[in-house]
């Protein structure tokens, strides 16, 4: 079956200290990688998407990045840390048009 | 560029009831993918229904339908016997079809309340 591992659940950083958020995917090859912000009571903002290994496109300019280094493997990073960073992150795939989520973290910047 | 409008910040039904959740969008294309995603306190993502745009049929799971108006660019999702269960924020949410990326372009949500 396909599954959506994602972590750590929940991350407490302080102010410009980096950041690596993990979410690795099984049961399935090539897939759609996303990775969403939702702010505290707002809709999900794409911040990343990859279509492939080493292909990554940004949704919006901001202070992270993203890599694949693997087919399944999609990591969310920073070097330093802002307060604006913090929200609940969501990893997402998609093989066709069936999207499945990560379970998220919530990262708190202080 | 695609847009998803979700105008009702919040709604409240009785248990058993039925409510109506309004989504509105914006789009050139012909063929796309609607989509209502349940998100309750725990936050994870839940795919409540999906309606393909060229279908005419308007898509059901259970006690959940929608009301899709392709003229109207109007995607409504209904919750019949409604149950406390049900209670959580509910995103609509719009695809293209086919295409390299397929992002998942959400409205703002809707805060939905079931009373006992």
Known sequence: ?110 | AQTVTQSQPEMSVQEAETVTLSCTYDTSESDYYLFWYKQPPSRQMILVIRQEAYKQQNATENRFSVNFQKAAKSFSLKISDSQLGDAAMYFCAYSNYGGATNKLIFGTGTLLAVQP
């Open chain 1, 1 to 110: 079956s396909q599954t959506i591992h994602q972590w750590p659940a929940t991350l407490v950083q302080p102010v410009g200290s980096p950041l690596s958020l993990e979410c690795t995917v099984e049961g399935t090859s090539n897939p759609n990688l996303y990775w969403y912000r939702q702010a505290a009571g707002r809709g999900l903002q794409l911040l990343f998407y990859s279509v492939g290994i080493g292909q990554i496109s940004s949704e919006v300019p901001q202070n992270l990045s993203a890599s694949r280094p693997q087919d399944r493997q999609f990591i969310l990073s920073s070097k330093k840390l802002l307060l604006s960073d913090s929200g609940f992150y969501l990893c997402a795939w998609s093989v066709q048009t069936g999207y499945t989520f990560g379970s998220g973290t919530r990262l708190t910047v202080v």
